[in-house]
């Protein structure tokens, strides 16, 4: 079976693509992930996402970057516990979207293919004991928008309509999709 490269130290990207039984090199790419001045967050997440392909070797890379938006406002990974906590109380009642960019290069033949899954959550009320006993989990402090869907956020998600994989890290369907086209045989589809 052929190794794909992923260009993420993510524990929950390796964790969705090895559960599907994929053979992993894992290198992490060190990238500047700040925004450019009147960046876009589509733009913002689609050109790091590509510039964390292009900072690693490998036969084929598959890179991804997410970021939630709140009305073209990217957030990123708090700083520390009081931006987690002024992100959260950003959030709080109200939708936004996650958008995670994937990227999937093969330096040999120049191919570079890439996506974005934008999808969009809606957040319950939060008051500031919840908002407080959060930020002390430690769970925002690593995670764009600070939060994670899969931990103990969750309970506070009203709805989420789109990829769900891709509010974890990585939007599965659009993964596939482009290992597909640029030619990489999927677990099940190997010889």
């Known amino acids: 079976m052929a190794t794909l490269t992923l260009a993420s130290a993510s524990p929950r990207r390796r964790a969705l693509l090895a559960e599907l039984g994929f053979q992993l090199e894992i290198r992490p790419a060190e990238t500047d992930e700040r925004p450019h001045p009147g960046e876009l967050p589509g733009d913002y997440v689609r050109r790091v996402a590509r510039e964390k392909a292009r900072a690693v070797g490998g036969a084929l890379v598959l890179a991804a970057d997410t970021s939630v938006a709140v009305d073209d406002r990217i957030l990123g990974k708090p700083r520390d516990a009081a931006d987690a906590a002024a992100m959260l109380r950003l959030l709080s009642g109200r939708g936004h979207d996650v958008l995670t960019a994937v990227c ?88």
């Open 104 to 191: 999937v290069r093969r330096p040999a033949g120049g191919l570079e293919l890439d996506a974005v899954a934008t999808t969009r959550v809606e957040v319950a009320p939060l008051d500031e004991a919840v908002i407080a006993w959060y930020v002390a989990t430690g769970e925002p402090l690593d995670k764009a928008g600070a939060y994670a869907l899969q931990g103990r956020f969750g309970a506070f998600v009203r709805a989420v309509r789109g990829s769900v994989s891709g509010v974890v890290g990585l939007p599965l369907d659009e993964t596939l999709a482009l290992l597909r086209r640029a030619g990489f045989p999927l677990p099940w589809e190997a010889r």
